[in-house]
């Protein structure tokens, strides 16, 4: 399947009247009980500020030892925050009951030769094997940026922000490879070194860019053609910046479920996170 035709969506209005614009003026309360009821299905930045957003990983514990390895080697775009105990859909350490199987806007299902399908509740297919893992997402040091007085147009423009592949290899363990995915944000040059020094005191949510200019030098070909979200390009005197992102283990799962016998893994909708009860700046990573 086509990336972009994955990452498709409705931006805002869901069922019950839910739109991203009253939910950035909504209590974490207001928020998360939208996500659980499935009423609002869209991307979480600039949701709940101040409080910890997370990609989500879940998969048998046959494999978990392996990725938990894969993060602990690859912390930069995987800083692990929490992990569950198998079958156990609550994880705790971020909050009060937040349940995996319905505290995520959208659900990404990977199968084995399948092309990837979404839905907002995986009630029906959690089992008691089940490992989730939480790993901290740029979103949460855009607060901070926002603050900064950066501007930040796939917030103010209610988008996904853009990801991309690169050529940049992470480190295997067991079935789980693959190259770096990062997230860009354009800003203005003059301010690169300060959204540097902004965003790497959020480590637990990948800390400084890997990268600021040239996207060639990360293997990126088009920055008018992202893997997953939006396309937003820089403007007259802005430099594209890259972060480590939290798809990176979706595309080590890709490889993982061609190779290894994988039968069923869950992810986030790109974009779409776990918000955490955990203030951003408490949480630190388990490695």
């Known amino acids: 399947m086509d990336p972009q035709q994955i990452e498709t969506t409705t931006r805002t209005a869901t069922r019950d009247g839910s739109d991203y614009n009253s939910l950035r003026c909504a209590s974490l309360t207001e928020v998360r009980g939208a996500i659980r009821t499935g009423a609002y299905r869209g991307h979480t930045a600039g949701l709940a500020p101040g409080r910890l957003q997370c990609n989500l990983v879940i998969m048998a514990r046959a494999e978990a030892e392996a990725f938990r390895g894969f993060c602990e080697a690859n912390p930069k775009p995987c800083p692990l925050v929490a992990m569950t105990e198998p079958g156990d859909p609550i994880i705790r350490g971020l909050g009060e009951g937040i349940d995996l199987r319905t505290d995520v806007p959208a659900y990404a299902i990977h199968t084995r030769g399948q092309p990837v399908r979404h839905t907002h509740d995986i009630r029906d297919l959690w089992t008691g094997e089940m490992v989730g893992f939480a790993i901290g997402c740029s979103f949460t040091f855009e607060r901070a940026l926002i603050e900064a007085g950066f501007m ?41 070194a300060e959204a540097q020094t902004v965003s790497a005191r959020y480590p637990q949510a990948h800390g400084a860019p890997v990268h600021a200019g040239d996207p060639a030098a990360l ?28 798809v990176t283990p979706q595309n080590a799962l890709e490889n993982a479920l061609a190779d290894a016998d994988l039968p069923l893994v869950i992810t986030h909708r790109p974009g779409r996170m776990l918000i955490a009860d955990t203030d951003e700046m408490a949480a630190t990573p388990l490695f």
């Open 152 to 192: 930040l147009p796939h917030i103010e423009r209610n988008l996904t922000v853009p990801m991309y592949r690169t050529a940049v290899e992470t480190t295997p363990s067991g079935p789980f490879r693959g190259g770096l995915v990062v997230s860009m944000r354009p800003i203005p040059a003059e301010r690169v």
């Open 219 to 246: 293997g990126i070909a088009d920055l008018a053609r992202p893997d997953w979200g939006d396309t937003i390009l820089p403007g007259p005197g802005e430099v594209p910046v890259f972060w480590a992102c939290g």
